[in-house]
């Protein structure tokens, strides 16, 4: 007999309370009405009053805050508990990248013995982040975390104590594996897991109209929803026992991909009826009878609901003409996504919010497939089988990364053909670094290093923009762009180390990429003048984003003993910024204006590969199917 809910033990209401908050609420807007919350929990058998003191508990916790509506009650996520639920989200529905560098993260420390509990601090944190102790004061992760290792020192105050690098260990890789994680009890986890859940699959399955629907016939949406969140529930304790470790370090015996496959299905099949629940109370709730959008699915973060729930059209009466009421509308859109709310593709918006954000995101998408041409013209020529191997998979992640943005870009309205299309053919414009010619291994080097970083800096920032779709595809797109930095710098400190010939070859490339690089963030424009701030596309200013760059990038270039073609270029420590030469601007212009030979020849060689399989386009499509040969 498969186990029912009531065969297992009830778990108490704070751990349930974070699952639904991460599960319906955060892909919701992060907002949901105390009535919605109560009647989601009732459907686990917790009562209003556990609901609302688990809801006091995360208050102090600074999870969630408190909304008074006169006689209602809402709860909006805190800036911190969005960022750790997110952090979650992405590990939970098996939306990370685990294509490894090869290379650790090693991080050591030492503190004195009255500074245990900060050392206690510190060691939850770094196995939450997906380290393994391999000794006394020394921790190890397959990953390069980013910005989130800086962030979670410095909340401990500790980044002064801490020492990390990054290195290749001589030997057995899956080895240093099982000494820093404890494995087998992971491996006994998913087991019980495993015996736990498959019987609720075959159940599900015989309820099924067939096996490859995905909702459950028989099973209310209630019922439905207490099923996924009690699903969802067992799968979030692997946060904390599984560090999520690339295939090459996992050992022969590994059920994590057995219990991966399981809850996807289970998943999906409760996925729906859920989602329509949590509509209906959500909408029951709120006093304009209007449910929030979401996502269809967490597990495709960028396909839409089928809904059309947005903010209400102001009728317009006696008083209000039908331009004030749309006014009137359009001022609540921007007072949402300045409150920090998120516009889902079915939210209603402003044409000009539709418009802008659509020729950010396309030029985004057409730069990632004209960013792959440069470095595909080297594979055959890089230097070794390794960075052959290198260039390859970073140019098929590229125009992965395009592939990913078209969708969605598509979902505001252009066909991601009519956009490549104009892509090929000279219509769509991209980023001005990918107009020049590559020389020489050294330009590799340039692009994987000043420009890769240039491009992360800009992509960091979107993971804050206010097109829910746009944030839960950069996510995965800036944890890949990470590792095609890491190549760069890579090849950056080989050439910078290597013969004088070598070295030569890459001063001469970063003189000439120099400026370019500059182009990339943009003239300096004021945020107020800037339609892309003022509708929360961007959020950060081009000097902004610029000035992080050359704080991040420059210092490593000068460590390398490079120098920089700008005589100006100084920090000064009392305004804070970097003072550099102002780029030619008009340089940039002209080069949009006029393609260079070096576009025109990619263009063509895209344009002709677009004819050459135009017959499998008309396949696909099912326009046409030609004759046998």
């Known amino acids: 007999m498969p186990e029912t809910r009531s065969d297992t033990a009830t778990p108490s209401a704070r751990p349930l309370l974070l699952s639904v908050l991460g599960d319906v609420v955060l892909p919701s807007g992060g907002r949901a009405w105390l009535g919605a919350l109560t009647a989601a929990m009732g459907t686990l058998d917790v009562s209003p009053q556990a609901v609302r003191q688990a809801l006091r508990r995360l208050v102090g916790q600074h999870i969630v805050e408190p909304e008074r509506h006169g006689r209602l009650a809402a709860y909006q996520l805190t800036a911190p ?5 997110e952090e979650a989200a992405d590990r939970i529905y098996l939306r990370r990248s685990l294509v490894w560098d090869g290379r650790w993260r090693i991080l050591t420390y030492s503190f004195a013995e009255e500074n245990r509990s900060a050392r206690d601090a510190l060691r939850r944190e770094l196995e939450w982040l997906g380290y393994g102790a391999l000794g006394s004061g020394m921790w190890i992760c397959p990953w390069d975390l980013g910005t989130r290792l800086d962030t979670a020192l410095a909340k401990h105050g500790i980044t002064g104590q801490v020492e990390s690098f990054v290195s290749e260990l001589e030997g057995d890789d899956r080895g240093v594996a099982a000494r820093a994680y404890d494995l087998s009890e992971l491996r006994a986890a998913h ?22 629907d995905d909702t459950t016939d028989g099973l209310d949406d209630a019922e439905a929803f207490a ?52 509509d209906r109370v959500s909408a029951e709730a709120d006093p304009d009878g209007v449910a929030p959008s979401h996502p269809r699915s967490n597990l495709d973060p960028t396909s839409p609901s089928h809904r059309h729930e947005g903010p209400r059209a102001v009728a317009p009466d006696g008083r209000t003409t039908a331009a004030q009421a749309e006014e009137r509308r359009t001022e609540e859109f921007l007072e949402r996504i300045h409150g920090g709310s998120k516009v889902e593709a079915t939210d209603w918006m402003p044409d000009e919010y539709r418009r802008l954000n659509l020729r950010f995101i396309e030029m985004h998408a057409n730069s990632e497939i004209m960013g792959a041409l440069p470095e595909r013209e080297w594979i055959a020529r890089a230097p070794s089988l390794k960075r052959k191997r290198s260039l390859s998979a970073k140019v098929q992640d590229e125009v992965g990364h395009a592939h990913l943005i078209y969708r969605v870009a598509e979902t505001l309205g252009k066909p991601r053909q009519q956009m490549y299309e104009d892509l090929i053919f000279g219509r769509g414009k991209f980023h001005n670094v990918f107009h020049y010619p590559t020389h020489s291994w ?28 746009y944030v839960r595809v950069m996510r995965r797109v ?29 001063q001469e490339a970063v003189t000439r990429w120099w400026t370019p690089t500059m182009h990339f963030f943009g003239t300096d424009v004021a945020a107020e003048d800037d339609p892309a701030i003022h509708w929360g596309i961007k959020t950060q200013t081009n000097e902004e984003a610029r000035q992080e760059w050359i704080n991040q990038y420059v210092p490593k270039l000068w460590d390398m003993g490079i120098e920089l073609p700008d005589p100006e270029l100084r920090y000064d420590p009392q305004e804070k910024v970097w003072h550099y030469t102002e780029p030619d601007w008009d340089e940039l212009k002209d080069l949009l204006r006029n393609p260079t030979p070096t576009v025109q020849t990619r263009l063509a060689w895209r344009q002709a590969i677009w004819k050459h399989h135009e017959w499998i386009h008309r396949i696909v499509t099912g326009d046409t199917v030609p004759a046998a040969a």
Do not use: N
Request: charged letters at 25%.
């Open 478 to 506: 800036v944890a890949e762009e990470s590792l095609h930095y890491r190549h760069g710098e890579d090849v950056m400190l080989a050439l910078a180390g290597g013969t004088q010939e070598q070295f030569e070859m890459l």
């Open 442 to 469: 050294g330009d590799v080097a340039c692009i994987g290093f000043l420009v890769d970083g240039a491009a992360i800096v800009t992509q960091r920032a979107l993971l804050d923009t206010s097109y829910a779709p």
């Open 81 to 85: 508990g969005r960022r750790r639920l």
């Open 191 to 212: 087991q019980a897991f495993l015996e736990r859940f498959s019987p609720e699959l075959d159940e599900t399955a015989r309820s099924s109209s067939t096996l490859l």
């Open 227 to 278: 099923r996924r969140i009690l699903l969802l529930h067992e799968w979030r304790k692997f946060l904390f026992l599984d560090p999520g470790l690339p295939q090459a370090l996992l050992p022969t015996d590994w059920l994590g991909d057995q219990a991966a496959e399981l809850f996807v299905e289970l998943y999906r099949r409760y996925d729906q009826p859920a989602w329509a629940f949590w």
